[in-house]
Nanobody, 116 residues
Framework: VQVVESGGGSVQSGGSLRLSCQASGYTASRYCMAWFRQGSGEEPQFVSSINTDGTTIYGDSVKGRFTVSLNNAENTLYLQMNSLKPEDTAMYYC???????????RGPGTQVTVSS
């Protein structure tokens, strides 16, 4: 199983980015994928999750600004990030799980930097 993120970059405050996460080598019909982020010197923070039933959960700091989606057929997770703030700066990584409380794989991450 492999999980790889893409789409990070540098934007100004108020800008948008779309992250992608491709999971390969996993063929279960039911699973959960999630985004986490970790700023420099900080603890990992939950961003958002979605399962194959379409149930989504968002962290309080991103509600109303970020949208998670899942292309089940392609095992690809997306995160549309709008109205970005400098405090969104972090390494964003996705996780794959049997359920949204049981992750077993993560990707290396993609850096998002938001300047003021």
């Amino acid at each position: 199983v492999q999980v790889v993120e893409s789409g990070g970059g540098s934007v100004q405050s108020g800008g948008s980015l779309r992250l992608s996460c491709q999971a390969s080598g996993y063929t279960a019909s039911r699973y959960c994928m999630a985004w986490f982020r970790q700023g420099s010197g900080e603890e990992p923070q939950f961003v958002s999750s979605i399962n194959t039933d379409g149930t989504t959960i968002y962290g309080d700091s991103v509600k109303g600004r970020f949208t998670v989606s899942l292309n089940n057929a392609e095992n690809t997770l997306y995160l549309q990030m709008n109205s970005l703030k400098p405090e969104d700066t972090a390494m964003y990584y996705c996780r794959l799980g049997f359920a949204c409380d049981y992750y077993f794989e993560r990707g290396p991450g993609t850096q998002v930097t938001v300047s003021s």
